[in-house]
């Protein structure tokens, strides 16, 4: 039980991490050899990192500070699954943003393994439950 609240407060304090901008930081928590699933990203947690930096650069040129929200997350034993809402502006939620899943397998207290699954949320979107 123990070893699932740590994996769950690691997670978190990863995304609090990312939330305030501090990205590189949030790296700590991942083995030096984590593998990426993301299919557009070449590399490991650095690349995905600089990648995330890149991306939350040009949402900050374009608008507002973005917001990020954790709805869900679940731990299953050496995986966490994390569903999280990124917004394009605080001032403007309208604007859309991303709602993501995110998949980490731990070994001990370290992230080996990382799946992140995107969808981009619009305005326009004709589902009347939204996307949370």
């Keep these: 039980m123990k070893q699932m609240l740590d994996r769950k407060n690691i997670v978190n304090e990863y995304f ?3 939330g305030k901008g501090m990205f590189k930081e ?3 928590f991942f083995a030096p050899d984590c593998k990426t699933h993301n299919p557009f990203v070449v590399g490991g947690m650095d690349t995905l990192t600089d990648a995330m930096i890149a991306a939350s650069k040009n949402i900050t040129a374009l608008s507002s500070q973005p917001e990020f929200f954790i709805k869900h ?6 995986m ?3 569903h999280t809402q990124l917004l394009n502006s605080k001032s403007n939620p309208g604007e859309g943003g991303l709602r993501q899943v995110h998949l980490f397998r731990f070994e001990a207290d370290k992230i080996v393994e990382y799946w992140d699954i995107s969808q981009q949320i619009l305005p326009s979107m004709p589902n009347a439950s939204g996307a949370f």
């Design 16 to 18: 609090r991490l990312v």
């Design 26 to 28: 949030g790296l700590r």
């Design 73 to 78: 997350l679940l731990v299953d034993g050496d």
């Design 80 to 82: 966490v699954a994390v």
